[in-house]
């Protein structure tokens, strides 16, 4: 417990955000942080999807006491966060969109869908039997927030699902046993955070443990994979893959990827839809009742 100064200040996207009794609220509406001192905001929101600038503005915020992100992801804010502020992530916010947008590319790819639309696009009508989703067996590295909701999504489906974390909680194995048993598997789904322990971690000798015609899906960070080992791999045809984060991002034109075999691409969207705006702003509001409270916000991952 701790007591409030007489003012807090919070800047949001959101211009209806609900702020405790004696809390101010600012947003793009009435405050620019472009032409406006910065030193006096002491709850900051990022602007959602809006890359390295949104997240800059931290650094300048003074008396920033709060630092919190839209999203899950938090490691490329950390440079940003100011001495003596805590930095707080959206773990649970994204789960649900996140992992339907997973299953999509693992249903898509599984079954055709890039072929179809390409030949759709020709105005040609190519018959052809593609393998079913039901019967895999699958693998979810990383069992936090998202993995776990994936898994549940899962269970509509005629699938086997094992999970992998450093914890090894919840029913999920240890880390250590992922080598032994990627062999068996028919998709892999990465929802882990991106840090030293799992940066590259699907590199080449990892990705060729996998068996010939499984599907790995990534919807956490692209630096998790090595993308010219996938390359290599997509383009052998041995591996397919359903990506909604790359390395590097955003995919710069003429990127190989953009012509790779056996994939399906989508431009990191798979927190982004409309579910967003109501489960964020509920949850930047439940995290503001919180302080009011004199407690300390969820979600900490850093203080400095």
């Known amino acids: 417990m701790y007591s409030l100064p007489m003012n807090f200040t919070v800047w949001s996207q959101w211009d209806n955000l609900e702020v405790p009794e004696g809390f101010t609220r600012l947003s793009p509406a009435n405050f620019a942080l472009d032409e406006n001192d910065l030193s006096g905001i002491d709850f900051y929101v990022s602007q959602y999807m809006g890359g390295k600038p949104a997240l800059e503005y931290a650094s300048t915020m ?23 502020a805590v930095l707080c992530n959206a ?4 789960d649900a969109a996140t992992s339907e947008l997973a299953i999509g590319l693992a249903i898509g790819i599984r079954r055709g869908f890039p072929d179809f639309v390409r030949a759709a696009d020709q105005g040609q009508w190519h018959h052809k039997r593609y393998p ?5 067996r699958i693998a979810i590295v990383g069992f936090g927030s998202i993995g776990k909701t994936l898994a ?16 090894a909680k919840d029913g999920a194995l240890d880390m250590s046993e992922l080598d ?9 789904f990465l929802t882990l955070p991106l840090n030293k322990e799992s940066q590259g971690l699907f590199n080449a000798a990892r990705l060729a443990l996998m068996k010939t015609g499984a599907v790995l899906v990534n919807v956490a960070r692209g630096a998790i994979v090595d993308t010219q080992a996938l390359l290599s791999e997509l383009n052998s045809g041995r591996l397919l893959a359903g990506l909604d984060v790359t390395d590097p991002e955003p995919l710069p034109h003429g990127h190989p990827l953009w012509s790779a075999k056996n994939l399906l691409l989508s431009p990191h969207v798979g927190g982004d839809s409309d579910i967003f705006e109501s489960r964020g702003k509920a949850f930047v509001e439940s995290q ?6 004199g407690l300390e916000p969820e979600n900490i991952v850093y203080r400095n």
């Open 62 to 84: 003074q008396g920033l006491k709060y630092f919190q992100l839209p999203n899950a992801g938090f490691e490329d804010a950390i440079e940003f966060t100011p001495s003596g």
């Open 91 to 94: 773990r649970g916010v994204h």
């Open 132 to 136: 079913s989703f039901n019967g895999s």
């Open 152 to 167: 549940k999504s899962l269970s509509g489906f005629d699938v086997s699902v094992q999970g992998f974390s450093r914890s």
């Open 180 to 188: 032994r048993l990627l062999p068996t598997f028919d998709f892999v």
């Open 288 to 293: 503001l009742r919180l302080i009011a409270l």
